[in-house]
C-alpha cells in the first residue's frame, strides 16, 4: 500500500508530460496552418498560371 501511495505522489514525470502535451498543440497548429497555407498558395499558382496562358488576351478582370 506504501507503494501505492509513493506512486501517486510522486511528480518526476509530470514535466514530461506536459512537455508533450505543449508539443502536440503546437504540432498540430502547425499542421493546420500548413492545410491553410497550401490551399491558398494552391489558389494563387492557380491564378498566375491562368493568367500566364492566356497571354496578350487576358483582361483586366481575369488578371489584375
Known amino acids: 500500500m506504501k507503494t501505492f501511495i509513493n506512486m501517486l ?3 518526476s514525470g509530470a514535466s514530461a508530460a506536459e512537455y508533450a502535451l505543449i508539443l502536440a498543440i503546437i504540432g498540430g497548429a502547425i499542421a493546420i496552418a500548413a492545410v491553410t ?3 491558398s ?3 494563387a499558382l492557380g491564378k498566375a498560371s491562368n493568367c500566364i496562358n492566356a497571354g496578350s488576351t487576358a483582361t483586366a478582370g481575369v488578371c489584375p
Do not use: M, P, V
Open 9 to 11: 505522489k510522486d511528480q
Open 41 to 43: 498558395i494552391s489558389n
Open 37 to 39: 497555407l497550401g490551399g
